[in-house]
Protein backbone atom coordinates (compact mmCIF):
# COMPACT_ATOMS: atom_id res chain seq x y z
CA UNK A 1 0.00 0.00 0.00
CA UNK A 2 2.36 2.14 0.72
CA UNK A 3 3.59 2.37 -2.75
CA UNK A 4 1.03 3.92 -3.76
CA UNK A 5 1.44 7.86 -4.55
CA UNK A 6 -1.80 9.21 -6.16
CA UNK A 7 -5.34 9.20 -5.92
CA UNK A 8 -5.52 7.53 -9.10
CA UNK A 9 -3.09 5.03 -8.28
CA UNK A 10 -5.01 4.32 -4.71
CA UNK A 11 -8.26 3.94 -6.53
CA UNK A 12 -7.25 1.36 -9.06
CA UNK A 13 -5.73 -0.47 -5.98
CA UNK A 14 -9.38 -1.14 -4.71
CA UNK A 15 -8.61 0.46 -1.33
CA UNK A 16 -12.11 1.00 0.63
CA UNK A 17 -12.05 3.27 3.74
CA UNK A 18 -13.79 2.65 6.66
CA UNK A 19 -15.07 4.65 9.76
CA UNK A 20 -12.29 4.34 12.41
CA UNK A 21 -14.58 2.33 15.17
CA UNK A 22 -14.99 -0.28 11.85
CA UNK A 23 -11.34 -0.42 11.14
CA UNK A 24 -10.63 -0.89 15.23
CA UNK A 25 -13.22 -3.79 15.23
CA UNK A 26 -11.87 -5.38 11.88
CA UNK A 27 -8.80 -5.76 13.89
CA UNK A 28 -9.47 -7.15 16.99
CA UNK A 29 -11.14 -9.41 15.35
CA UNK A 30 -8.36 -10.45 13.75
CA UNK A 31 -5.90 -10.68 16.75
CA UNK A 32 -8.47 -12.57 18.74
CA UNK A 33 -8.61 -15.00 15.81
CA UNK A 34 -5.03 -15.39 15.40
CA UNK A 35 -4.75 -15.01 19.56
CA UNK A 36 -2.41 -12.13 19.74
CA UNK A 37 -1.76 -10.48 22.98
CA UNK A 38 -4.87 -7.66 22.87
CA UNK A 39 -3.06 -4.84 25.52
CA UNK A 40 0.75 -6.37 26.07
CA UNK A 41 1.94 -4.63 29.52
CA UNK A 42 -1.28 -4.26 30.92
CA UNK A 43 -1.31 -6.91 33.78
CA UNK A 44 -4.47 -8.67 35.91
CA UNK A 45 -7.15 -7.61 34.01
CA UNK A 46 -7.40 -10.76 32.26
CA UNK A 47 -10.63 -11.25 33.07
CA UNK A 48 -12.62 -7.94 34.31
CA UNK A 49 -11.42 -4.75 31.94
CA UNK A 50 -10.18 -6.88 28.93
CA UNK A 51 -13.45 -8.68 28.24
CA UNK A 52 -15.71 -5.57 28.72
CA UNK A 53 -13.02 -3.59 26.37
CA UNK A 54 -13.16 -6.07 23.93
CA UNK A 55 -17.11 -6.25 23.80
CA UNK A 56 -17.16 -2.41 23.64
CA UNK A 57 -14.66 -2.23 20.79
CA UNK A 58 -16.73 -5.10 18.84
CA UNK A 59 -20.04 -3.13 19.56
CA UNK A 60 -17.99 -0.19 17.70
CA UNK A 61 -18.98 2.13 21.32
CA UNK A 62 -17.40 4.92 22.24
CA UNK A 63 -16.54 4.46 25.81
CA UNK A 64 -15.47 5.00 29.31
CA UNK A 65 -13.53 4.00 31.81
CA UNK A 66 -13.84 4.70 35.15
CA UNK A 67 -11.84 4.24 37.91
CA UNK A 68 -9.02 5.77 40.37
CA UNK A 69 -5.71 7.23 39.49
CA UNK A 70 -3.08 4.60 38.82
CA UNK A 71 -5.14 2.33 37.52
CA UNK A 72 -3.65 2.45 34.21
CA UNK A 73 -6.48 4.00 32.38
CA UNK A 74 -4.63 5.98 29.80
CA UNK A 75 -2.21 3.66 29.39
CA UNK A 76 -5.09 1.46 27.54
CA UNK A 77 -6.67 4.19 25.69
CA UNK A 78 -3.30 4.34 24.79
CA UNK A 79 -2.92 0.53 23.65
CA UNK A 80 -5.81 0.75 21.13
CA UNK A 81 -3.06 2.63 19.04
CA UNK A 82 -2.50 -1.13 17.94
CA UNK A 83 -5.49 -1.55 17.16
CA UNK A 84 -5.41 1.17 14.02
CA UNK A 85 -4.45 -0.34 10.58
CA UNK A 86 -0.21 0.14 10.56
CA UNK A 87 -0.68 3.42 7.83
CA UNK A 88 -4.14 4.99 6.33
CA UNK A 89 -4.03 7.24 3.08
CA UNK A 90 -4.73 10.99 3.65
CA UNK A 91 -4.77 14.25 1.29
CA UNK A 92 -1.07 15.68 2.32
CA UNK A 93 -1.56 19.11 4.50
CA UNK A 94 -4.94 18.24 5.53
CA UNK A 95 -4.94 19.63 9.04
CA UNK A 96 -8.08 16.74 9.47
CA UNK A 97 -6.19 14.06 7.71
CA UNK A 98 -8.82 14.11 5.09
CA UNK A 99 -9.54 10.70 3.09
CA UNK A 100 -8.44 11.24 -0.61
CA UNK A 101 -11.57 9.39 -1.67
CA UNK A 102 -13.91 11.27 0.47
CA UNK A 103 -12.11 14.33 1.66
CA UNK A 104 -14.86 16.72 4.27
CA UNK A 105 -12.91 19.93 4.03
CA UNK A 106 -13.74 22.61 1.16
CA UNK A 107 -10.10 23.13 0.59
CA UNK A 108 -9.43 19.36 -0.35
CA UNK A 109 -13.18 18.72 -2.01
CA UNK A 110 -11.14 21.43 -4.31
CA UNK A 111 -8.11 20.15 -4.74
CA UNK A 112 -9.79 16.83 -5.75
CA UNK A 113 -11.98 18.28 -8.18
CA UNK A 114 -8.92 20.15 -9.78
CA UNK A 115 -5.91 17.30 -9.76
CA UNK A 116 -8.46 14.77 -9.88
CA UNK A 117 -5.97 11.32 -10.32
CA UNK A 118 -2.90 13.04 -9.89
CA UNK A 119 -3.59 14.06 -6.69
CA UNK A 120 -0.50 13.14 -4.31
CA UNK A 121 -1.62 11.08 -1.77
CA UNK A 122 0.15 10.88 1.89
CA UNK A 123 0.23 7.83 4.23
CA UNK A 124 -0.15 8.79 8.10
CA UNK A 125 0.99 6.18 10.59
CA UNK A 126 -1.26 4.85 13.18
CA UNK A 127 1.10 6.62 16.10
CA UNK A 128 -0.13 9.71 14.70
CA UNK A 129 -3.95 9.27 14.94
CA UNK A 130 -4.42 9.48 18.62
CA UNK A 131 -5.02 12.86 20.19
CA UNK A 132 -5.06 12.81 24.36
CA UNK A 133 -6.87 15.67 26.25
CA UNK A 134 -6.45 15.92 29.73
CA UNK A 135 -9.74 18.02 30.70
CA UNK A 136 -9.82 20.97 33.24
CA UNK A 137 -12.20 24.34 34.05
CA UNK A 138 -10.15 26.35 31.84
CA UNK A 139 -10.90 24.05 28.38
CA UNK A 140 -11.87 26.04 25.92
CA UNK A 141 -14.33 25.16 22.89
CA UNK A 142 -11.87 27.00 20.68
CA UNK A 143 -9.13 24.43 22.11
CA UNK A 144 -11.43 21.15 21.16
CA UNK A 145 -13.59 21.87 18.82
CA UNK A 146 -11.81 25.08 17.27
CA UNK A 147 -12.32 28.55 16.48
CA UNK A 148 -12.82 31.03 13.64
CA UNK A 149 -10.74 33.77 12.19
CA UNK A 150 -12.52 37.02 11.28
CA UNK A 151 -9.91 38.30 9.91
CA UNK A 152 -9.02 35.55 7.93
CA UNK A 153 -12.20 35.65 6.81
CA UNK A 154 -12.28 39.48 5.81
CA UNK A 155 -8.65 39.18 3.98
CA UNK A 156 -10.06 36.15 1.87
CA UNK A 157 -13.73 37.73 1.43
CA UNK A 158 -15.33 34.36 3.22
CA UNK A 159 -18.27 34.16 5.12
CA UNK A 160 -17.38 33.78 8.61
CA UNK A 161 -19.51 30.58 8.80
CA UNK A 162 -17.31 29.00 5.71
CA UNK A 163 -15.22 26.41 7.27
CA UNK A 164 -12.02 27.80 5.28
CA UNK A 165 -12.13 30.38 7.86
CA UNK A 166 -11.95 27.78 10.68
CA UNK A 167 -8.80 27.29 13.23
CA UNK A 168 -8.95 23.78 13.83
CA UNK A 169 -9.26 22.69 17.60
CA UNK A 170 -7.95 19.17 18.91
CA UNK A 171 -11.14 17.05 18.06
CA UNK A 172 -11.43 17.76 14.44
CA UNK A 173 -7.20 17.07 14.28
CA UNK A 174 -8.51 13.69 15.93
CA UNK A 175 -10.59 13.01 12.80
CA UNK A 176 -9.98 9.25 11.52
CA UNK A 177 -8.12 8.36 14.61
CA UNK A 178 -8.90 8.02 18.26
CA UNK A 179 -9.68 11.27 20.99
CA UNK A 180 -9.11 10.77 24.42
CA UNK A 181 -10.38 13.18 27.33
CA UNK A 182 -9.03 12.30 30.88
CA UNK A 183 -11.13 13.07 33.71
CA UNK A 184 -14.11 14.24 31.65
CA UNK A 185 -16.30 15.60 34.44
CA UNK A 186 -13.43 18.31 34.64
CA UNK A 187 -14.83 19.23 31.46
CA UNK A 188 -17.26 22.74 31.07
CA UNK A 189 -20.74 21.74 30.39
CA UNK A 190 -20.80 24.06 26.88
CA UNK A 191 -18.13 22.08 25.63
CA UNK A 192 -19.81 19.03 26.76
CA UNK A 193 -22.73 19.97 24.98
CA UNK A 194 -20.26 20.62 22.04
CA UNK A 195 -18.82 17.18 22.09
CA UNK A 196 -22.31 15.90 21.71
CA UNK A 197 -23.73 17.63 18.75
CA UNK A 198 -20.57 16.70 16.62
CA UNK A 199 -21.26 12.87 17.72
CA UNK A 200 -24.88 13.74 17.29
CA UNK A 201 -24.95 15.81 14.06
CA UNK A 202 -22.23 16.45 13.01
CA UNK A 203 -22.14 19.96 13.46
CA UNK A 204 -21.68 22.58 16.03
CA UNK A 205 -21.67 26.28 16.61
CA UNK A 206 -18.68 28.93 17.17
CA UNK A 207 -19.59 32.34 18.35
CA UNK A 208 -23.38 31.46 17.11
CA UNK A 209 -22.08 30.50 14.09
CA UNK A 210 -23.06 27.12 12.29
CA UNK A 211 -19.96 25.17 11.32
CA UNK A 212 -20.23 21.64 10.05
CA UNK A 213 -17.95 18.81 10.70
CA UNK A 214 -19.07 15.40 9.87
CA UNK A 215 -16.19 13.98 11.55
CA UNK A 216 -14.95 10.33 12.23
CA UNK A 217 -13.84 9.48 15.45
CA UNK A 218 -13.63 7.01 18.03
CA UNK A 219 -14.14 9.03 21.83
CA UNK A 220 -13.04 7.55 24.40
CA UNK A 221 -12.78 8.87 28.18
CA UNK A 222 -11.60 8.65 32.26
CA UNK A 223 -13.16 9.50 34.85
CA UNK A 224 -12.91 9.08 38.99
CA UNK A 225 -16.43 6.96 39.07
CA UNK A 226 -17.45 9.25 41.99
CA UNK A 227 -17.11 12.84 39.87
CA UNK A 228 -18.42 10.44 36.69
CA UNK A 229 -21.52 9.52 38.79
CA UNK A 230 -22.15 13.05 40.39
CA UNK A 231 -25.55 14.46 39.29
CA UNK A 232 -24.91 17.69 36.98
CA UNK A 233 -21.52 16.68 35.97
CA UNK A 234 -21.84 15.57 33.06
CA UNK A 235 -24.58 16.11 30.64
CA UNK A 236 -27.06 13.83 30.07
CA UNK A 237 -27.31 13.77 26.73
CA UNK A 238 -23.28 12.97 26.53
CA UNK A 239 -23.67 10.52 29.12
CA UNK A 240 -26.46 8.36 27.11
CA UNK A 241 -24.07 8.51 23.83
CA UNK A 242 -21.31 6.69 25.82
CA UNK A 243 -21.82 2.99 24.93
CA UNK A 244 -19.78 1.46 27.82
CA UNK A 245 -19.05 2.45 30.98
CA UNK A 246 -15.93 -0.19 31.94
CA UNK A 247 -14.55 -0.02 35.66
CA UNK A 248 -10.93 -0.67 36.33
CA UNK A 249 -9.41 -1.26 39.91
CA UNK A 250 -5.87 -1.94 41.48
CA UNK A 251 -3.98 -5.24 41.25
CA UNK A 252 -6.61 -7.72 42.85
CA UNK A 253 -3.18 -10.14 44.45
CA UNK A 254 0.32 -9.12 45.16
CA UNK A 255 0.95 -11.37 42.70
CA UNK A 256 -0.04 -9.23 40.42
CA UNK A 257 0.65 -6.37 41.75
CA UNK A 258 4.53 -7.14 42.25
CA UNK A 259 4.66 -8.22 38.61
CA UNK A 260 3.00 -4.25 37.34
CA UNK A 261 5.72 -2.70 39.53
CA UNK A 262 8.94 -5.05 38.35
CA UNK A 263 7.64 -3.82 34.66
CA UNK A 264 7.41 -0.29 35.16
CA UNK A 265 9.82 0.49 37.79
CA UNK A 266 13.33 1.60 37.16
CA UNK A 267 15.96 -0.81 39.15
CA UNK A 268 18.02 -2.03 36.40
CA UNK A 269 21.46 0.00 37.18
CA UNK A 270 23.46 -1.88 34.89
CA UNK A 271 26.72 0.18 34.56
CA UNK A 272 27.15 0.75 38.06
CA UNK A 273 26.10 -2.00 40.00
CA UNK A 274 24.38 -5.13 39.66
CA UNK A 275 21.13 -5.07 41.74
CA UNK A 276 19.69 -7.83 43.43
CA UNK A 277 16.07 -7.42 44.90
CA UNK A 278 15.38 -10.28 47.81
CA UNK A 279 11.32 -11.17 47.16
CA UNK A 280 10.30 -10.53 50.64
CA UNK A 281 11.34 -7.12 50.09
CA UNK A 282 9.57 -6.68 46.44
CA UNK A 283 6.58 -8.10 48.83
CA UNK A 284 7.26 -5.52 51.82
CA UNK A 285 6.87 -2.92 49.18
CA UNK A 286 3.71 -4.13 47.78
CA UNK A 287 2.07 -4.36 50.85
CA UNK A 288 2.87 -0.70 51.63
CA UNK A 289 -0.06 0.07 48.67
CA UNK A 290 -2.24 -2.53 49.63
CA UNK A 291 -2.12 -1.42 53.42
CA UNK A 292 -2.36 2.39 52.36
CA UNK A 293 -5.83 1.21 50.11
CA UNK A 294 -7.19 -0.48 53.00
CA UNK A 295 -5.96 2.71 55.68
CA UNK A 296 -9.15 4.61 57.49
CA UNK A 297 -6.78 7.43 57.30
CA UNK A 298 -6.32 7.90 53.83
CA UNK A 299 -8.68 9.19 51.16
CA UNK A 300 -10.42 6.31 49.53
CA UNK A 301 -12.03 8.83 46.90
CA UNK A 302 -8.58 9.81 45.69
CA UNK A 303 -7.25 6.18 45.55
CA UNK A 304 -3.52 5.15 45.91
CA UNK A 305 -1.92 4.82 42.71
CA UNK A 306 -0.07 1.85 41.94
CA UNK A 307 2.72 4.73 41.07
CA UNK A 308 3.13 4.39 44.89
CA UNK A 309 5.13 1.08 44.72
CA UNK A 310 6.57 1.71 41.54
CA UNK A 311 8.57 4.98 42.44
CA UNK A 312 9.17 3.30 46.44
CA UNK A 313 11.01 0.66 44.51
CA UNK A 314 13.22 2.75 42.58
CA UNK A 315 14.07 4.84 45.80
CA UNK A 316 14.83 1.31 48.07
CA UNK A 317 17.16 0.29 45.12
CA UNK A 318 19.07 3.78 44.63
CA UNK A 319 19.62 3.70 48.70
CA UNK A 320 21.08 -0.17 48.39
CA UNK A 321 23.06 1.51 45.96
CA UNK A 322 24.75 3.98 47.87
CA UNK A 323 25.29 2.33 50.54
CA UNK A 324 27.03 -0.79 48.39
CA UNK A 325 28.95 2.18 46.62
CA UNK A 326 30.14 3.64 50.20
CA UNK A 327 31.09 0.26 51.30
CA UNK A 328 32.31 -0.61 47.63
CA UNK A 329 30.31 -3.74 47.65
CA UNK A 330 30.05 -5.11 43.98
CA UNK A 331 26.04 -5.96 44.08
CA UNK A 332 23.22 -3.64 45.84
CA UNK A 333 21.13 -5.64 46.95
CA UNK A 334 17.97 -4.19 49.19
CA UNK A 335 17.02 -4.42 52.65
CA UNK A 336 13.36 -3.73 54.40
CA UNK A 337 14.94 -0.64 56.09
CA UNK A 338 15.72 0.62 52.94
CA UNK A 339 11.85 1.23 52.28
CA UNK A 340 11.82 3.74 55.45
CA UNK A 341 14.29 6.25 52.93
CA UNK A 342 11.52 6.03 50.36
CA UNK A 343 9.24 7.84 52.72
CA UNK A 344 9.55 11.40 50.31
CA UNK A 345 7.91 8.98 47.69
CA UNK A 346 5.31 7.47 49.43
CA UNK A 347 4.39 10.51 51.56
CA UNK A 348 2.99 12.77 47.77
CA UNK A 349 0.98 9.34 46.84
CA UNK A 350 -1.82 9.70 48.80
CA UNK A 351 -4.26 12.55 50.22
CA UNK A 352 -5.02 11.94 54.31
CA UNK A 353 -8.88 11.83 55.87
CA UNK A 354 -8.73 14.55 59.07
CA UNK A 355 -7.57 11.36 61.34
CA UNK A 356 -4.37 11.24 58.81
CA UNK A 357 -3.89 14.78 59.02
CA UNK A 358 -3.44 14.35 62.85
CA UNK A 359 -1.01 11.49 62.95
CA UNK A 360 1.07 13.37 60.05
CA UNK A 361 1.82 12.27 56.56
CA UNK A 362 5.02 10.97 57.33
CA UNK A 363 4.20 9.20 60.78
CA UNK A 364 1.42 7.47 58.77
CA UNK A 365 3.76 6.06 56.20
CA UNK A 366 5.91 4.97 58.77
CA UNK A 367 2.91 3.09 60.08
CA UNK A 368 1.95 1.87 56.68
CA UNK A 369 5.73 0.56 56.33
CA UNK A 370 5.70 -1.50 59.72
CA UNK A 371 2.50 -3.00 59.54
CA UNK A 372 3.45 -4.27 55.77
CA UNK A 373 6.64 -5.55 57.23
CA UNK A 374 4.29 -7.34 59.81
CA UNK A 375 2.01 -8.48 57.14
CA UNK A 376 5.09 -9.96 54.66
CA UNK A 377 7.21 -11.22 57.72
CA UNK A 378 3.67 -13.44 59.08
CA UNK A 379 3.35 -14.86 55.92
CA UNK A 380 7.05 -15.85 55.39
CA UNK A 381 7.66 -16.99 59.23
CA UNK A 382 4.02 -18.91 59.84
CA UNK A 383 5.10 -21.26 62.09
CA UNK A 384 8.94 -20.44 62.79
CA UNK A 385 9.77 -20.14 66.47
CA UNK A 386 11.56 -16.96 67.13
CA UNK A 387 11.95 -17.30 70.36
CA UNK A 388 15.51 -17.73 71.06
CA UNK A 389 16.56 -14.11 69.24
CA UNK A 390 13.63 -12.57 71.11
CA UNK A 391 15.25 -14.14 74.28
CA UNK A 392 18.31 -12.66 73.60
CA UNK A 393 17.49 -9.12 73.48
CA UNK A 394 15.25 -9.99 76.49
CA UNK A 395 18.16 -10.58 78.47
CA UNK A 396 19.75 -7.33 77.59
CA UNK A 397 21.27 -7.49 74.44
CA UNK A 398 20.86 -4.47 71.58
CA UNK A 399 21.97 -4.41 68.26
CA UNK A 400 23.16 -1.06 67.13
CA UNK A 401 22.40 -0.96 62.95
CA UNK A 402 22.22 1.68 60.36
CA UNK A 403 21.10 1.89 56.68
CA UNK A 404 25.02 2.33 55.67
CA UNK A 405 26.09 -0.54 57.67
CA UNK A 406 27.86 -2.91 55.21
CA UNK A 407 26.87 -5.97 54.64
CA UNK A 408 30.12 -7.93 56.29
CA UNK A 409 29.42 -5.85 59.69
CA UNK A 410 25.68 -6.32 59.84
CA UNK A 411 26.37 -10.21 59.67
CA UNK A 412 29.28 -9.82 62.09
CA UNK A 413 27.20 -8.07 64.72
CA UNK A 414 24.46 -10.25 63.87
CA UNK A 415 26.24 -13.10 65.05
CA UNK A 416 26.27 -12.19 68.52
CA UNK A 417 22.40 -13.12 68.49
CA UNK A 418 22.00 -16.57 69.17
CA UNK A 419 19.50 -18.17 66.72
CA UNK A 420 19.29 -14.95 64.16
CA UNK A 421 21.14 -15.83 61.45
CA UNK A 422 19.28 -19.12 61.44
CA UNK A 423 16.12 -17.95 61.06
CA UNK A 424 17.19 -15.24 58.17
CA UNK A 425 18.11 -18.39 56.59
CA UNK A 426 14.06 -19.16 56.38
CA UNK A 427 13.71 -16.09 54.32
CA UNK A 428 14.71 -17.87 51.10
CA UNK A 429 17.98 -17.81 50.82
CA UNK A 430 19.86 -20.09 48.85
CA UNK A 431 22.69 -21.97 49.97
CA UNK A 432 26.04 -19.77 50.08
CA UNK A 433 24.28 -16.81 49.21
CA UNK A 434 26.50 -13.81 49.04
CA UNK A 435 26.84 -11.58 52.32
CA UNK A 436 24.66 -8.74 50.66
CA UNK A 437 21.55 -10.90 50.80
CA UNK A 438 22.34 -12.95 54.00
CA UNK A 439 22.60 -8.86 55.65
CA UNK A 440 19.52 -8.68 54.03
CA UNK A 441 17.64 -11.16 55.57
CA UNK A 442 18.75 -10.72 59.11
CA UNK A 443 17.85 -7.02 58.49
CA UNK A 444 13.95 -8.42 57.53
CA UNK A 445 13.93 -10.89 60.41
CA UNK A 446 14.89 -7.86 62.62
CA UNK A 447 11.94 -5.90 61.65
CA UNK A 448 9.76 -8.52 61.25
CA UNK A 449 9.89 -8.96 65.30
CA UNK A 450 9.94 -5.26 65.46
CA UNK A 451 6.60 -4.92 63.62
CA UNK A 452 5.24 -7.91 65.67
CA UNK A 453 6.47 -6.09 68.73
CA UNK A 454 8.69 -8.67 69.99
CA UNK A 455 11.51 -6.39 69.90
CA UNK A 456 12.06 -2.65 70.03
CA UNK A 457 14.22 -0.37 67.64
CA UNK A 458 15.21 2.98 68.44
CA UNK A 459 17.79 5.82 66.90
CA UNK A 460 20.22 5.76 69.69
CA UNK A 461 19.95 1.86 70.75
CA UNK A 462 19.22 0.22 67.49
CA UNK A 463 17.16 -3.14 68.15
CA UNK A 464 16.68 -3.96 71.81
CA UNK A 465 14.02 -5.67 74.09
CA UNK A 466 10.33 -4.99 73.64
CA UNK A 467 9.28 -2.42 76.03
CA UNK A 468 5.99 -3.83 78.77
CA UNK A 469 3.43 -2.97 77.32
CA UNK A 470 3.62 -4.42 74.14
CA UNK A 471 5.45 -7.56 75.68
CA UNK A 472 2.56 -8.33 77.24
CA UNK A 473 0.13 -8.08 74.41
CA UNK A 474 2.89 -10.55 72.62
CA UNK A 475 2.53 -12.82 75.46
CA UNK A 476 -0.61 -13.48 75.57
CA UNK A 477 -0.68 -14.39 71.46
CA UNK A 478 2.42 -16.73 72.75
CA UNK A 479 1.07 -18.90 75.63
CA UNK A 480 4.22 -20.74 75.89
CA UNK A 481 6.49 -18.33 75.96
CA UNK A 482 8.85 -19.04 78.71
CA UNK A 483 8.00 -15.96 81.37
CA UNK A 484 11.10 -16.71 83.65
CA UNK A 485 13.79 -15.34 81.81
CA UNK A 486 12.09 -12.65 80.03
CA UNK A 487 11.09 -9.56 82.45
CA UNK A 488 13.86 -8.85 84.76
CA UNK A 489 16.62 -8.26 82.22
CA UNK A 490 13.86 -6.24 79.77
CA UNK A 491 13.21 -3.69 82.59
CA UNK A 492 17.52 -3.56 84.02
CA UNK A 493 18.61 -2.45 80.82
CA UNK A 494 16.61 0.62 79.88
CA UNK A 495 17.64 2.19 82.96
CA UNK A 496 21.03 1.10 83.14
ZN1 LIG B 1 -8.99 18.44 4.06
Not at 94 to 122: F, K, N, Q, S, Y
Not at 224 to 237: F, S, V
Not at 332 to 360: H, M, N
Amino acid sequence: MAAIHTLGELRRSGYRSRPVKQEIRDNLVCKLRSGDALFPGIIGYDETVIPQLVNAVLSRHNFILLGLRGQAKSRILRGLVNLLDERIPVVPGCEIHDDPLAPLCAACRARVAVEGDELPIAWLPREDRFVEKLATPDVTIADIVGDIDPIKAAQAGLNLSDELTMHYGLLPRANRGIFAVNELPDLAGKIQVGLFNILQEGDVQIKGYPIRLKLDVLLVFTANPEDYTARGKIITPLKDRIGSEIRTHYPATRHNAMAITKQEAWTDRTGVLEVEIPAFVREVVEEVAFQARADRKIDKRSGVSQRLPITTLELVVSNAERRALANGEPVAVPRVTDIYAALPSITGKFELEYEGELRGAEQVARDLIRSAVGTVFTGVFDGVDTRTVVEWFDLGGSLPLGDTTSAGDLIARAKHVQGLRELADRAGLEPAAPAPLVASAIDFVLEGLYAQKKISRSEERGYSAADSTPRRAARREEPTMDEEIRIPGAKKKYYN
